[in-house]
């Protein structure tokens, strides 16, 4: 029986944890100034760390149409689940437990509070921490059953074409989507820059944070949250012809978290304790006492 269940798991949740697919995009982007990685070494297929990323991509790339995110965003936009603090949410998030090498892998709060500490530190408005802080709550949707591939991985526009920037395109020749008329043109249900707020983006973390988020902070902030995972358009351009002149503006804000959340993570854990303070203060000044999850 635990041979069948966890052969099933692995199917479904190829990555060891969520924070393999963050390890792989690092080794994709890796920091300007560090002595880059072989290209041999990013795309060698006998890794076996890479054949999880790759069947990760596999089953994202399979599954996320258009009306699977419909779909998603009905269910969990009602935010009927849990109700509770920031502080006590990310507590939560904290209690997804990472199999993968426990020696080096920070939690998931530590994770988001060298993000907001390498903003700080960089002397950034205090929403601007905040965002860095809160940017990965969204991952909570794997606690809520939700696959690996429906939570992280790199977010794409749905109802248009694929673009062969996204990693491992060759996989959206599995998606339903890829032979819909309706949805494989260029622009597919869009227009040239309609601007991506009446853009659908594929379902994950970030779209489910935005849309816990959107009332309360600014633009920027959402842009940030909203987009840090569309590295197709980020870091490759491939959806200038949706964007508008107010969304080309705003990515600057975009491009401008990105590095904070790939470069900042540093084997010395932060201090939690010590740190919980100045991050409750932040919260309570942008974002109300709950949040519905
Ligand atoms: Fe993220
Ligand atoms: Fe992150």
Same mark, same amino acid.
């Given at each position: 029986m635990k041979t069948n269940s966890s052969f099933t798991e692995k199917q479904i949740n190829p990555l060891q944890s969520i924070e393999q697919w963050e390890d792989d995009v690092l080794k994709r982007y890796p920091e300007p100034n560090e002595p880059a990685k072989a290209p041999e070494e990013y795309r060698n297929y006998q890794d076996p760390a890479r054949d999880t990323v790759k069947e990760f991509y596999r089953l994202n790339h399979q599954y996320q149409s258009y009306d699977f995110v419909m779909e998603k965003k009905k269910d969990f936009l009602q935010f009927n689940r849990k109700e509770m603090p920031v502080w006590k949410a990310m507590e939560f998030l904290n209690t997804l437990v990472d199999d993968s090498d426990p020696d080096i892998e920070l939690d998931q709060l530590q994770h988001l =509070?060298?993000?907001?500490?390498?903003?700080?530190?960089d002397g950034h408005p205090d929403w601007f921490v905040l965002t860095g802080f809160i940017h990965d709550m969204g991952k909570v949707l794997c606690l809520f059953g939700e696959p690996q591939w429906a939570v992280v991985g790199d977010t794409f526009p749905v109802g248009c074409q694929f673009s062969d920037k996204i990693v491992y395109p060759e996989f959206f020749n599995s998606n339903p989507d890829a032979k819909n008329e309706t949805y494989n043109s260029k622009y597919g249900i869009y227009s040239h820059g309609c601007g991506l707020r009446n853009v659908t983006m594929s379902w994950g973390h970030d779209e489910y944070l935005y849309q816990i988020t959107?009332?309360? =902070?600014?633009?920027?902030? =959402? $842009?940030?949250?909203? $987009?840090h995972s569309f590295y197709s358009q980020h870091r490759e351009n491939a959806y200038e012809h949706l964007m508008d002149n107010h969304d080309r503006k705003m990515f600057e804000w975009v491009k401008k978290f990105n590095p904070y959340d790939l470069y900042s993570k540093n084997p010395v854990p932060p201090n939690v304790r010590e740190l919980k303070p100045y991050y409750e203060d932040l919260i309570s000044k942008y974002l109300p006492a709950t949040v519905k999850l």
């Open positions: =509070l060298q993000t907001g500490e390498a903003i700080r530190h959107k009332d309360y =902070l600014p633009e920027q902030a =959402l $842009y940030m949250i909203r $987009y």
